[in-house]
């Protein structure tokens, strides 16, 4: 089994910072890509970075110049560093792994719990 483990939520003051963390564990071998997609009060789910195994990263338009996502790929772990935080950034943010080979299969994707991100006026 794959298990991602995320961290770094709160609340914080619009304007402030928040480091995000997810860690993928369960005897893997690889992992193609890793995001953070997040998903507000009454709105899907939407993508808001993503990184590949060779360091391609995208963004959603609304955090571009804000938002830096970082990867691991020796420890599994990607991590989003949040800045210039507004409050139309509170939303429950979920890590997600694609393509993640393993001992026994490969998984085309897996989720994490989520994490609360509250940005307060």
């Known amino acids: 089994q794959v298990y991602l483990a995320e961290s770094g939520g709160g609340l914080v003051q619009a304007g402030g910072s928040l480091r995000l963390s997810c860690t993928a564990s369960?005897?893997?071998?690889?992992?193609?890509?890793m995001g953070w997609y997040r998903q507000a009060p009454g709105k899907q789910r939407e993508l808001v970075a993503r990184i590949t195994s060779s360091g391609t990263s995208n963004y959603a338009d609304s955090v571009k110049g804000r938002f830096t996502i970082s990867r691991d790929n020796a420890r599994n772990m990607v991590a989003l560093q949040m800045d210039s935080l507004k409050p139309e950034d509170t939303a429950v943010y979920y890590c997600?792994?694609?393509?993640?080979?393993?001992?026994?299969?490969?998984?085309?994707?897996?989720w994490g719990q989520g994490t609360l991100v509250t940005v307060s006026t």
């Open positions: 997600k792994a694609e393509d993640i080979a393993t001992v026994i299969r490969t998984y085309p994707e897996r």
């Open positions: 369960g005897s893997i071998f690889s992992i193609d890509a």
